[in-house]
């Protein structure tokens, strides 16, 4: 048995490429903990305890996140993420005691510039490891892992709050079990999301930054309000963006996208979309006094015309597939770009039908340049390939718009 571990750290220390998934999550576990005495080294040097509750906290709020959003059980995974702390600081402990009874360090990496980002890889590395099916072995964790300075009821204790760690059977499973609902949405898209006034937003997109849920508003936000009292949980609003929306549902940031989503085929192929619950088509828009210029596709694809566009969605995308001659205009903030078609920044947008209608109600310069659309869409949720929420969320969605909750809830933002 020993010579069959010992073999099994060469081949750990050869490269982790060929390692069985829980060694290699064991590995990355020990060197985050062997880090400690770079830690250690540069708090003795500039004299700062070796506890920090206050950073503590934030290390263990983000981590537990993160394995939200990969599916792990939160209370399980915030218990793991302490015990590595409570180990991580024992092990800083001995050695100030070593230092203090000898010699100590004469210099240590920079711990905001140098060690704390490695420490934040290896912590990504790890919850991402405990995303996956682990065959825990007691063997090899303690030989893995052991670490000078990490006492033996420590590393025990270590060992059993990781192997508690596990996955929700389900997304279904997991907003009932927290119960919470988080929606993903742009807050960009009148009727269907928006914001009534300016709000300061997190920079990462972090869930419900201070402030931002309040401002919205839109046709999707009541409805995502009567989702979460129809499944009796929590509703939080998750800001995403046109660009990331299908990378944040993959990274698990949200469960449901509720903000005007296009039903397209590739978003079919990396999750559910719902039953759709509106349908148009692109159209264009102009300054009312050029709409006889722009009333065929043929009249847009000039190349004098400038076409402005929010990049990421399916208005780029359209732009993209169906002009060959028009200049592309990039406009990255969709709360803003029809202020700019208005002064003259861009001469024509195409995008969904009911933004030309609700646009051109909101702002008489602003006109409809054809009366039928040139495309067929449809709007609907966008969520993870969960069998159990998709059969939730169509099943409720089909009774809204039959009882005529979805219609009025469009009604009341195209003003």
């Known amino acids: ?27 990355l576990v020990a060197e985050r903990l062997s880090l400690m005495r770079d830690v250690a080294a540069f708090k003795w040097l500039n004299d700062r305890p070796v506890e920090d509750t206050a950073r503590e906290q934030v290390v263990v709020d983000a981590a537990v996140a993160e394995a939200l959003n990969r599916g792990l059980r939160p209370k399980a995974a915030e218990a793991f993420f302490r015990e590595q702390i409570e180990a991580a600081k024992d092990i800083q402990r001995f050695w100030f005691e070593a230092w203090q009874a000898g010699v100590g360090p004469e210099t240590a990496p920079d711990l905001v510039a140098a060690v704390r980002p490695r420490l934040l890889g290896l912590g990504d590395q790890i919850i991402a490891g405990l995303g996956r099916p682990i065959a825990h072995d007691p063997a090899a964790f303690e030989r893995l892992v052991a670490t000078e300075g990490l006492g033996a009821e420590r590393l025990a204790a270590l060992y059993d709050a990781l192997r508690q760690v596990v996955r929700f059977d389900s997304r279904f ?17 009148a009727p269907f999301s928006y914001e009534s006034d300016q709000a300061t937003v997190a920079a990462d997109g972090s869930a419900d930054p201070a402030g931002w849920a309040e401002t919205l508003k839109g046709a999707d936000v009541d409805l995502a309000r009567d989702l979460a ?17 299908s990378e944040d549902l993959q990274a698990g940031r949200f469960d449901v996208a509720m903000s005007g989503v296009s039903r397209t085929l590739d978003r079919a192929r990396i999750g559910h979309l719902s039953v ?49 001659q028009a200049e592309k205009v990039l406009h990255p903030d969709n709360r803003t770009i029809f202020s700019a078609l208005l002064e003259g920044k861009a001469d024509v947008m195409v995008t969904d039908s009911i933004e030309v209608a609700l646009q051109a109600r909101r702002n008489p310069g602003l006109c409809g340049t054809m009366g039928r659309t040139l495309t067929y ?39």
């Open 1 to 27: 048995m020993r010579q069959a571990l010992c073999i099994l750290v060469l081949s750990l220390t050869a490269g982790a490429a060929g390692a069985a998934p829980a060694d290699e999550l064991y590995t």
């Open 173 to 189: 499973a997991q907003i009932q079990a927290t119960g919470t609902l988080r929606v993903g949405t742009t807050g960009d898209y």
């Open 229 to 245: 009292e129809a499944l009796d949980v929590t509703l939080v609003f998750v800001r995403t963006s046109w660009p990331t929306l």
């Open 276 to 324: 759709p619950y509106y349908v148009g088509g692109k159209m264009p828009i102009a300054r009312c006094e050029d709409r006889r210029r722009f009333s065929s596709l043929a009249d847009i694809d000039q190349p004098d015309v400038r076409v402005i566009v929010n990049p990421g969605g399916t208005n780029e995308r359209f732009v993209d597939e169906q002009l060959e």
């Open 377 to 415: 869409q449809e709007k609907a949720y966008f969520m993870p390939a969960d069998a159990e929420l998709a059969r939730f969320v169509d099943t409720w969605l089909s009774l809204r718009l039959g009882d005529g909750s979805v219609n009025r809830a469009l009604e009341a933002h195209l003003d």
